[in-house]
Nanobody
């Protein structure tokens, strides 16, 4: 089992920045692959970034490339999502997710463990 707790969401103006954190517990953090997803009202959950076990490899959705950066600290058992140049269309609930095994995964069904989500609202 892996327990995930996100934090750092909030309300920000367009062009601003936020940093989300996801603290993990319950299993050796370095043995799980992580991902960030988001879901806006009425829309399907979509990948933001997938992160390998070491953090050395990442996959970013085209919509966030160049604006968002994700990293993980396998000592603090935490993964981060730095979001810059935020746009109103980035407004969504953001979730971190984890699964066992190596690789990078970008589909929600591929992940077994989910946090409760944190809301990000970007005003225009």
């Amino acid at each position: 089992q892996v327990q995930l707790v996100e934090s750092g969401g909030g309300l920000v103006q367009a062009g601003g920045s936020l940093r989300l954190s996801c603290a993990a517990s319950g299993r050796t953090f370095s043995s799980v692959t992580m991902g960030w997803f988001r879901q806006a009202p009425g829309k399907e959950r979509e990948v933001v970034v997938g992160i390998s076990m070491s953090g050395g490899a990442t996959y970013y959705a085209d919509s966030v490339k160049g604006r968002f950066t994700s990293s993980r600290d396998n000592v603090k058992d935490t993964v981060y999502l730095q979001m810059n140049s935020l746009k109103p269309e980035d407004t969504a609930a953001y979730y971190c997710a984890a699964r066992r095994g190596s690789g990078i995964y970008v589909s929600p069904p591929q992940y077994a463990y989910w946090g409760q989500g944190t809301q990000v609202t970007v005003s225009s």
